[in-house]
């Protein structure tokens, strides 16, 4: 099956190119499968699938042309709908990709940083310039771990997260942590990454520091709420079209009306109307996906904005705060953290998603102009008298 793909679109490729059309692979390899699913090849192949045993060259070269002969069709909705149903499945899988590429990047950084501390090897007798460059790794694994970019940068953002570590995880301590596993070191340092950036959202609440901190979520979210109104519009329009467009295939049922433009305009009214599903279906999962997340970013900081209350009332409480009772509450406060900054980043990634999604919806001319449903269905389909 595979090669008889290959060899189509490669084939129907060339004959787009020598008529100066560019198809993406992706799209003549889905129109092809859409063309053997709708038998719409088996006067030619002899009902043979094109999943089963190689075809001969001469049978890629017929196929070759009609697929082309497809693709190339202008103002064509059923080569729109197609294109729109792989390239948005094509494009969600390049989204994902470079999410998880990014990730693996951050966390092949923070292991490498994360290595060089665990397998410091353990001495009687470790000097004290030692202890201080280790302490200097430490608390750089804390800023890539943590996410907390600006104090790779920045002195002063670095000079906090250095005042974190040490109220955490003093130069005093480090002794004793190299006598642990590497394991136990391991653990260590990723709890005290998330207590540290818990420190910081914590002196960003106070009014006293945060530089570490990378801008809030509030533009990316509110850009998110715009697009969730955009993409409201955008399904209501369309279902008003897909009305338009039902009542627009019974519409030629009138007296009078010339039997081959009525069956001439049902079958472009069902093609557009299939376009418009389609491309309603994605705005509907988008929008889904999108409510979803805006949703869970919205529990996520009112958790954060109450743990930091929380936080808040056992600092004022007591004039000695107990190190047991507070460091789980900015532990919390990192994972929290953690957390709204992944939402974040795929609402980020969502509304690349539906960029993408805009770029591919239309491709045709509708047959009811660029405001369906201005003027009665039942009207608009009737063909005209002399």
């Known amino acids: 099956m595979e090669d008889n793909i290959k060899r189509l679109v490669s ?67 059923y080569v729109a709908t ?9 494009e969600f899988k390049k989204q994902r990709g470079a999410v998880d590429a990014e990730q693996a990047e951050h966390q092949e950084e923070a292991d490498m940083l994360a290595r060089s501390i665990v397998t410091t090897p353990s001495q009687r007798s ?114 008003t079209q897909l009305r338009t467009l039902s009542a627009y295939q019974t519409g030629y049922d009138a007296p009078g009306a010339d039997a081959a433009d009525a069956e001439s305009a049902r079958k472009r009214a069902a ?15 988008l929008s889904a996906d999108l409510t979803a997340g805006l949703e869970a970013i919205q529990q996520l900081e009112a958790e954060t904005d109450h743990m930091l209350e929380t936080v808040a009332e056992q600092i004022g409480a007591s004039a000695a705060v107990q190190k047991d009772a507070i460091f789980p509450l900015f532990d919390r406060l990192g994972d929290l953290h953690i957390a709204l900054s992944e939402e974040a980043r795929l609402l980020v990634v969502r509304q690349r998603l539906f960029d993408a999604a805009a770029q591919l919806l239309g491709g045709f001319s509708p047959m009811l102009g660029p405001a369906p449903g201005t003027a009665p269905a039942t009207t608009a389909a009737r063909k005209p008298g002399p």
Not at 82 to 90: P, R, S
Request: net charge negative.
């Open 271 to 285: 093609e557009e109307a299939l376009a418009v599903a389609q491309a309603l279906s994605t705005l509907q999962g």
């Open 11 to 77: 084939e129907s490729t060339r004959l787009n190119r020598e008529a100066g059309v560019e198809v993406d692979v992706n799209v003549l390899a889905y129109v092809a499968c859409l063309q053997e699913v709708e038998k719409a090849w088996d006067s030619v192949t002899g009902g043979a699938s094109i999943m089963t045993a190689p075809f001969e060259p001469a049978l890629i070269a017929q196929l070759g042309k009609l697929l082309s002969a497809v693709v190339q069709k202008k103002d064509s909705p």
């Open 82 to 90: 197609a294109k729109l149903q792989i390239m948005m499945e094509v």
């Open 126 to 239: 470790t000097s004290v310039p030692q202890l201080e460059r280790l302490h200097r790794q430490i608390v750089e694994y804390v800023c890539v771990q943590a996410r907390l970019g600006p104090a790779l940068v920045d002195e002063t953002a670095k000079e906090e997260v250095r005042a974190a570590v040490e109220s955490v995880f003093p130069l005093s301590s480090l002794a004793r942590f190299l006598t642990l596993s590497e394991a136990e070191r391991q653990t260590q340092i990723t709890e005290l990454s998330r207590i540290v950036l818990g420190i910081v959202m914590y002196n960003r609440h106070t009014g006293v520091g945060g530089y570490a901190l990378p801008p809030d979520t509030s533009a990316v979210k509110s850009q998110a709420q715009r697009l969730a109104r955009d993409l409201e519009r955008h399904s209501l329009d369309m279902l």
